[in-house]
T-cell receptor, first 114, second 113 residues
Framework: GQQLNQSPQSMFIQEGEDVSMNCTSS?????WLWYKQDPGEGPVLLIA?????ELTSNGRLTAQFGITRKDSFLNISASIPSDVGIYFC??????????????FGQGTILTVHP | NAGVTQTPKFQVLKTGQSMTLQCAQD?????MYWYRQDPGMGLRLIYY???????DKGEVPNGYNVSRLNKREFSLRLESAAPSQTSVYFC????????????FGDGTRLSIL
């Protein structure tokens, strides 16, 4: 089946630093979704990307849909302590009967030191 | 607007016990999903329901059963719990359409001793 490889697996940064993470796949995705999971809660959608080359921002977050359609990137600028959490990339399973099923990356655990 | 509500939030079971995890959504979504989350493995799909009255296996269905009780509710049952089923379980729902984002509940933390 489809797999998403997310890196890095974890990051330890100082408050104020910028963060970059990415997600790659061996197959083409038509949509990329980025979720954040706060400790003890469920994932919440940050950004959705629907077109190759698309660059979308949400506050200090910027995500890009790779031109090859096999990768996506998420950047966080000027990190703050509340950015702590697990960041997941996700994309829809291939096939006309996917019924909205998603494949998730393994997650990037972000720790921000004040 | 509550979104996706899961109950209970925490549960401890003994091996061999059974229990049902409840999920309800108030967004009039057609599709609902059950995932488990284990360290370093992301979210893995257990079962899903594309629409009311239908259910299908996901990536890791063994040891689980589901019921789509109505459009709002989708329950996950462990008939005979095993320690390998210790995990955090998430329910999600989706309105319709390829590539649309799923909306998640806050999870049920299940420990099986």
């Amino acid at each position: 089946g489809q797999q998403l490889n997310q890196s890095p697996q974890s990051m330890f940064i100082q408050e104020g630093e910028d963060v970059s993470m990415n997600c790659t796949s061996s197959s083409i995705f038509n949509t990329w979704l980025w979720y954040k999971q706060d400790p003890g809660e469920g994932p919440v959608l940050l950004i959705a990307l629907y077109k190759a080359g698309e660059l979308t921002s949400n506050g200090r977050l910027t995500a890009q849909f790779g031109i090859t359609r096999k990768d996506s990137f998420l950047n966080i600028s000027a990190s703050i302590p509340s950015d702590v959490g697990i960041y997941f990339c996700a994309g829809p399973n291939a096939g006309g009967t996917s019924y909205g099923k998603l494949t998730f990356g393994q997650g990037t655990i972000l720790t921000v030191h004040p | 607007n509550a979104g996706v509500t899961q109950t209970p939030k925490f549960q401890v079971l003994k091996t061999g016990q059974s229990m049902t995890l409840q999920c309800a959504q108030d967004m009039n979504h057609n599709s609902m999903y059950w995932y488990r989350q284990d360290p370093g493995m992301g979210l893995r799909l257990i079962y899903y329901s594309a629409s009311e009255g239908t259910t299908d296996k996901g990536e890791v269905p063994n040891g689980y059963n589901v019921s789509r009780l109505n459009k709002r509710e989708f329950s996950l049952r462990l008939e005979s719990a095993a320690p390998s089923q210790t995990s955090v379980y998430f329910c999600a729902s989706l309105r319709t359409g390829m590539g649309q984002p799923q909306h998640f509940g806050d999870g049920t933390r299940l420990s099986i001793l």
